[in-house]
């Protein structure tokens, strides 16, 4: 799903090393959904593994805390902590977040559902900026199939470590929907640094793998959704494999 120039590439590697990737949380596809009253928590996390000592070892790891304001917009809290990739790293907390969602129309009303994405994350570490994270997300079901994609800009803010240029951020992911308990499928993720106006020198990142999609109902009082598989890195920057899960527990109100 990227296009990437060599020309891009030997730029993006030349800076790499001095401009720093943005957080590798987040590996989650969101969807445009507003339920009133929903409250849900939300535990996700990835870990990766590469031959490669300076790319193995990366670990992500979010709890989110989620409220349905209305038909129309879903708001989170999000706390962030992260291991960069490569030997003697250690974990930190990194990041709380403000996530916010609208929903543009109701599900199956026309012929694509529709909504916006809009995040600010505040750093807690010295070394690293501010960032905002916007754009829209789409959804088409068909041939029992739910097809989810995200395109988002993200954009380093306030302080000296903020890079200058925005970065784009794609999702996808594809459910094969069975109507079983557990349903098969697959996610992909990138940052596409190669395209020159986006260029922001962050190294190239794609992944894609298989996952699962589970839903339990009448859990307690709420009902429990999971998601979890393997993401292959596409060479030369991603990891080899990327072990994602995501868990969320949901109360109606």
């Known amino acids: 799903m990227r296009i990437i120039s060599v020309t891009a590439l030997i730029a993006a590697a030349a800076v790499g090393a001095t401009v720093a990737p943005p957080a590798a949380a987040d590996f989650k596809v969101q969807t445009p959904d507003a339920e009133?009253?929903?409250?849900?928590?939300?535990?996700?996390?990835?870990?990766?593994?590469?031959?490669l000592a300076a790319h193995s070892g990366e670990l992500s790891s979010?709890?989110?805390?989620?409220?349905?304001?209305n038909g129309f917009w879903r708001?989170?809290?999000?706390?962030?902590?992260?291991?960069?990739?490569g030997p003697g790293q250690s974990i930190h907390f990194s990041q709380v977040t403000w996530e916010n969602i609208f929903q543009f129309s109701e599900r199956g009303q026309y012929w694509m559902d529709s909504g916006f994405f809009a995040e600010f994350g505040k750093t807690t570490l010295a070394d690293t900026s501010n960032e905002v994270t916007f754009g829209p997300i789409f959804r088409k079901e068909f041939f029992h199939t739910i097809n989810t994609v995200?395109?988002?800009?993200?954009?380093?803010v306030g302080g000296q470590f903020?890079?200058?240029?925005?970065?784009?951020?794609?999702?996808?992911?594809?459910?094969?929907?069975?109507?079983?308990?557990?349903?098969?499928g697959f996610q992909a993720y990138g940052q596409p640094s190669g395209?020159?106006?986006?260029?922001?020198?962050?190294?190239?990142?794609?992944?894609?793998?298989?996952?699962?999609f589970g839903t339990i109902s009448n859990f307690g009082p709420g009902t429990l959704k999971w998601n979890g598989g393997v993401l292959f890195g596409i060479r030369p920057w991603a990891p080899r494999e990327t072990f994602r899960w995501q868990a969320e527990y949901e109360i109606h109100f």
């Open 75 to 85: 708001t989170e809290l999000e706390l962030e902590q992260e291991r960069a990739a």
């Open 62 to 69: 979010v709890q989110e805390f989620e409220y349905g304001v």
């Open 150 to 156: 995200n395109l988002f800009i993200q954009k380093d």
């Open 195 to 212: 395209f020159p106006e986006y260029n922001s020198g962050w190294p190239q990142d794609n992944r894609i793998g298989p996952q699962l």
């Open 162 to 184: 903020a890079s200058g240029r925005p970065g784009f951020l794609y999702a996808w992911e594809t459910r094969i929907a069975l109507g079983t308990p557990i349903e098969p």
């Open 36 to 51: 009133t009253g929903e409250i849900a928590i939300e535990p996700l996390g990835d870990i990766a593994h590469d031959p």
